[in-house]
């Protein structure tokens, strides 16, 4: 299974791609994670929010495959805790599809986007800063699929 994260923004800090990196990398190959950064919409004093929401929701859409399991993260989703995020995990590979998680820019999601997607997630009640979403997101599948292989790295 690839786990594909479909990423509003590009030019990121080094610290957010270096945060990304080192938990991408401890993922197996069974369940490799790849990172693609969607074009944001380009701000300017003639246009608004929504408008550039729809705008990278429609790349959002382009870059996402009609075969996959979607989940949109969003702060109005599910919360799932360590050990159920496993099970969805555990869930998402007896499915045998791709799975592609959609991180809108700053501004938010589309509403098409969310309603293109099987599940959306929460990773907190906290409005979170986009790029970091990048590294908790990396930090939170590395731990669940540590949980499904009974390593030591998750610690209850």
Known sequence: MRLNLLAVGTKMPTWVNDGYEEYAKRLPRECQLVLQEI???????SGHASQWVEEEGERILAATRSDHHIVSLDVTGKIW????????????????????MMIGGPDGLATKCSERANQTWSLSALTLPHPLVRIVLAEQLYRAWTVLQNHPYHRT
């Open 39 to 45: 074009q944001p919409a380009k701000r300017g004093k």
């Open 81 to 100: 805790s360590t050990e159920q995020l496993a099970e969805q995990m555990k869930n998402w590979f007896s499915d045998g599809r791709d799975v592609s």
